[in-house]
Nanobody
């Protein structure tokens, strides 16, 4: 079994910063891409940022220049540094990863989500 556990969400004023973390644990052989998605009330879940095993990244246009995704492969952890936060960044943020288990199957996993609320 594999688990993704997020932390770091909370309430922050506009212009502030938060850092989200997501640690993968369990029957992990290797981790391919890892990423962050978000879902605001009434909206569909959308990609925020993604990073592959080689460190290449891609970002949603709405967060480019403000958010930075990184990963620590030794800790099976992905981070999302969020700066210059805006009220429209308010959402539940979900960690996502493509993980090759010890059965050598690659499966996609989701974390439970962490709430980020930005007040104006």
């Amino acid at each position: 079994q594999v688990q993704l556990v997020e932390s770091g969400g909370g309430l922050v004023q506009a212009g502030g910063s938060l850092r989200l973390s997501c640690a993968a644990s369990g029957s992990i052989f290797s981790i391919n891409a890892m990423g962050w998605y978000r879902q605001a009330p009434g909206n569909e879940r959308e990609l925020v940022a993604r990073i592959n095993s080689g460190g290449s990244t891609n970002y949603a246009d709405a967060v480019k220049g403000r958010f930075t995704i990184s990963r620590d492969n030794a800790k099976n952890t992905v981070y999302l540094q969020m700066n210059s936060l805006k009220p429209e960044d308010t959402a539940v943020y979900y960690c996502n990863a493509d993980i090759r288990t010890h059965l050598l199957r690659v499966l996609n996993y989701w974390g439970q989500g962490t709430q980020v609320t930005v007040s104006s």
